[in-house]
C-alpha cells in the first residue's frame, strides 16, 4: 500500500473512532499502534471537536499534518463492539 493511502486509512479510522465516542486516550493508542504496524511515525491528538494527525516522514525535514473538525462523538457500544478494539 502506497504511503498517502495508509495516511488516508488511518485518517478513516480516527474518523470512525471518534464518531462512536471511543476516548481520546484509546483514540490516540490506536492510531499510534496502527501506524507503527504499517512502518509509518505518527502523532496524534483528539479533542471533542477535532482530530489532529501528523505524519513525519523519516530523513525529511517535513512532516504531513492534517487537521479535521467534526462533531462530537457519542458513545456507541454495540459499534465499538463489532469492531474488536
Keep these: 500500500m502506497e504511503k498517502t493511502e495508509n495516511y ?3 485518517i478513516q479510522l480516527g ?11 484509546r ?3 490506536y492510531l499510534t499502534k496502527v ?14 471537536t477535532w482530530i489532529n494527525y501528523v ?5 525529511q525535514e517535513h512532516s504531513y499534518n492534517f487537521i479535521e473538525s467534526m462533531p462530537p ?3 456507541n457500544l454495540g459499534a465499538y463492539s463489532k469492531g474488536h478494539l
Excluded: V
Design 8 to 10: 488516508k486509512f488511518i
Design 73 to 75: 462523538g457519542t458513545l
Design 35 to 48: 501506524a507503527r504496524n504499517l512502518g509509518i511515525k505518527g502523532t496524534f491528538m483528539d479533542s471533542p
Design 55 to 59: 505524519f513525519h516522514e523519516e530523513g
Design 15 to 25: 474518523k470512525a473512532l471518534h464518531t462512536y465516542g471511543i476516548p481520546s486516550y
Design 27 to 29: 483514540i490516540q493508542a
